[in-house]
């Protein structure tokens, strides 16, 4: 029996030394087999431009519309505004017998807005304007006042290159000009439309980089 007992008191020491062998490898606080932690180490410059690239793209928008679903912003305002500032930039024009220049608008109107949909950014405008014109034509020695009126039905975002410009002139004594005259003074007017087709597209550009 002594045999009997000192073996099965071996085997139960046994049973509870790989019992607790096992136990004691999975507990967190075992420093003597736990993987030890990485050393510090500087990051590159391609490190901190991978972390940016991962970064999310910047919202667009309002903070309120955070999924960028739908916002649209009305730009009437601004827009109106800097077209007349650029136009009236326009320099003088020369003309055959004369000059001309850009006195005012009349007529600035329409529609320009910027659009967020799914977090893209869209803009776009239609409007239409009348451009007053006053110059000088010389008859002779004399010079003698001209006035015009400058049309353009309706321009739109990414359409310039259709841009129309109808001319009207008014002049200060007609019977002083003959019908060449008035032909020639109307022609030259519409060399206008080059000029203010760049303002446009100045203007244009401005509005997508809003």
């Known amino acids: ?31 003597e087999d736990a993987v030890p932690l990485p050393a510090p180490r500087k990051l590159s410059s391609n490190d901190i431009l991978s972390s940016n690239a991962a970064q999310p793209p910047t919202q ?9 679903t739908w916002e649209e912003k009305n730009l009437n305002s ?11 930039t326009v320099d003088s024009l020369e003309l055959s017998a004369g000059k001309a220049q850009i006195s005012d608008l009349s007529k600035c109107v329409g529609d320009a807005f910027l659009v967020t949909v799914r977090n893209k950014k ?3 405008y239609t409007y239409e ?22 049309e353009i039905p309706e321009f739109s975002f990414g359409e310039l290159d259709e841009l129309q410009l109808q001319v009207e002139v008014k002049l200060s ?16 007017l519409k060399q206008f439309l080059q000029p203010v087709r760049e303002k446009l597209l100045q203007f244009e550009q401005e509005l997508k980089d809003r």
């Open 1 to 31: 029996m002594e045999d009997g007992e000192a073996l099965s008191s071996s085997s139960t020491e046994k049973t509870q030394q790989e019992t607790t062998s096992s136990y004691t490898y999975w507990v967190r606080g075992v420093t």
């Open 60 to 68: 667009l928008g309002s903070v309120w519309n955070s999924a960028g």
């Open 78 to 88: 601004w827009a109106t505004q800097r077209i007349k500032e650029l136009v009236m």
């Open 122 to 124: 869209r803009v776009g």
């Open 129 to 150: 304007m009348t451009l007053n014109v006053k110059g000088e034509w010389i008859v002779g020695e004399e010079k003698k006042s001209i006035k015009g009126y400058l």
């Open 173 to 188: 004594e007609e019977k002083d000009f003959s019908q060449q005259e008035k032909l020639q003074i109307s022609q030259g």
